[in-house]
């Protein structure tokens, strides 16, 4: 069984702070896409890393892939109260590109 | 583009009835997930088809849960009979192949 663990659970960090959520696992994905979850509503996709080693920024939000394709992390710069929300990695499940496997999730509160 | 379509949105229902949660997927996106959202157990998939066909449906939690998915256009996931313990935030996502797209959810909760 593939398993997505997140850390840490909950961040709570005031206006401008910088941040990093970690994604790990034990198993090698062939991608891992991460997806934020503002309250009352459903993920959306922020982004897909693919290869090894991959670096992907989105504006302050840098995206890393392990290495060895087990982990990920997301650093946020100079956090801001819209930032706030769930923050969930995904890896497609073994035999399958259209099934996820779903992290614990990070919950983050950004506060002025 | 419309997204994924849920609805309803919330829906307050006493234990023992049934409860019918409905989702119109994106059109031309081939799988449809349904999954259960709670504080405890995070985002759990409970059933997924692919070409209106199911796939897996081993995270559907006991027989009082089925869904259909009779075209491309339409999937319902029913409850019958709720239980409180089924009170939660369900959710419908489609894709096309990797990327699932999430509609807004429907909050359940069942007294």
């Known amino acids: 069984t593939q398993l997505l663990e997140q850390s840490p659970q909950f961040l709570s960090i005031q206006e401008g702070e910088n941040l990093t959520v970690y994604c790990n696992s034990s198993s090698v994905f062939s991608s891992l896409q991460w997806y934020r979850q503002e309250p009352g509503e459903g993920p959306v996709l922020l982004v897909t890393?693919?290869?090894?080693?991959e670096v992907k920024k989105l504006k302050r939000l840098t995206f890393q892939f392990g290495d060895a394709r087990k982990d990920s992390s997301l650093h946020i710069t100079a956090a801001q109260p819209g930032d706030t929300g769930l923050y969930l990695c995904?890896?497609?499940?073994?035999?399958?590109?259209?099934?996820?496997?779903f992290g614990t999730g990070t919950r983050l509160q950004v506060t002025l | 583009d419309a997204g994924v379509i849920q609805s309803p949105r919330h829906e307050v229902t006493e234990m023992g009835q049934e409860v019918t949660l409905r989702c119109k997927p994106i059109?031309?996106?081939?799988?449809l997930f349904w999954y259960r959202q709670t504080m405890m157990r995070g985002l759990e998939l409970l059933i997924y088809?692919?070409?209106?066909?199911?796939?897996?449906d081993s995270g559907m939690p006991e027989d009082r849960f089925s869904a259909k998915m009779p075209n491309a256009s339409f999937s319902t996931l029913k409850i019958q009979p709720s239980e409180p313990r089924d009170s939660a935030v369900y959710f419908c996502a489609s894709s096309p192949h990797e990327t699932q797209y999430f509609g807004p959810g429907t909050r359940l909760l069942v007294l």
């Open positions: 995904a890896g497609p499940s073994t035999g399958t590109a259209s099934k996820l496997t």
């Open positions: 890393v693919v290869t090894g080693g």
């Open positions: 088809f692919n070409n209106n066909v199911p796939i897996d």
């Open positions: 059109s031309g996106h081939n799988s």
